[in-house]
């Protein structure tokens, strides 16, 4: 069964540091996600990504990140300069029109990012 | 902007009980998500409702959706120790098909005591 993939599944960076993450999402999906889940709170959206380029962002998707679809598979989530707020765990999600018309989104496993 | 809550906040259940959880949304739910979470991990999904009165199963699971589309709960019958897990709602925001971003309640924690 097709899933999403994220790579690394964790990552410890300094404060300051850039991190890139990586994600695999399913090949014939059309709609790609970020979502982040601090420890101990609720799932809260990122940015979505369409016909290559952003969708919707929230107002966590500052100019500290980008999102880019390098190559047609990959989709990655750029941190320029990390802080230690940015610790949470990163999901990737990718959507496609389900048999009834609608959006399935589906997560991969999560990239734990540690600011230190 | 659309919120969603979740009930209980957690959940504590001998197995083979039948358990209930809950989410009600602020405004007029386009697409109802169901996930698990197992701590720490991704989210598995479970299923999904568009339409008013609107029910889906998998396995022991049942999920619904009111015909106002602002409720949906969860049920699972004569539940195991592998449902244990954080049971997610999410919302599309912007309506059904339209590749919109999902809104979360907070998790409901079930465990389930063999």
């Known amino acids: 069964e097709p899933e999403v993939t994220q790579t690394p599944s964790h990552q410890v960076t300094q404060m300051g540091q850039e991190v890139i993450l990586r994600c695999v999402p399913i090949?014939?999906?059309?709609?790609f996600y970020w979502y982040r889940q601090i420890l101990g709170q609720k799932v809260e959206f990122l940015v979505s990504?369409?016909?290559?380029?952003?969708?919707?962002k929230s107002e966590i998707f500052d100019d500290q990140f980008s999102v880019e679809r390098p190559d047609g598979s990959n989709f990655t989530l750029k941190i320029r300069s990390t802080k230690l707020e940015d610790s949470a765990m990163y999901f990737c999600?990718?959507?496609?029109?389900?048999?009834?018309?609608?959006?399935?989104?589906?997560f991969g496993p999560g990239t734990r990012l540690t600011v230190l | 902007s659309q919120e969603l809550e979740q009930s209980p906040q957690s959940l504590i259940v001998q197995e083979g009980k039948n358990l209930t959880i809950n989410c009600t949304s602020s405004?007029?739910?386009?697409?109802l998500y169901w996930y698990k979470q197992k701590y720490g991990e991704g989210l598995i999904f479970l299923m999904m409702?568009?339409?008013?009165?609107e029910e889906k199963s998998h396995e022991k699971i049942t999920a619904k959706l009111d015909e106002k589309k602002q409720q949906s709960s969860l049920h699972i019958t004569a539940s195991q120790p592998s449902h244990a897990g954080i049971y997610l709602c999410?919302?599309?925001?912007?309506?059904f098909g339209q590749g919109g971003k999902l809104i979360f309640g907070q998790g409901t924690e079930l465990s389930v005591k063999p």
């Open positions: 409702l568009q339409k008013g009165g």
């Open positions: 405004k007029t739910l386009y697409g």
């Open positions: 090949s014939n999906h059309l709609y």
């Open positions: 999410g919302a599309d925001a912007r309506g």
């Open positions: 999600a990718s959507g496609g029109r389900g048999l009834a018309g609608y959006n399935e989104q589906f």
């Open positions: 990504f369409y016909n290559n380029e952003i969708s919707e």
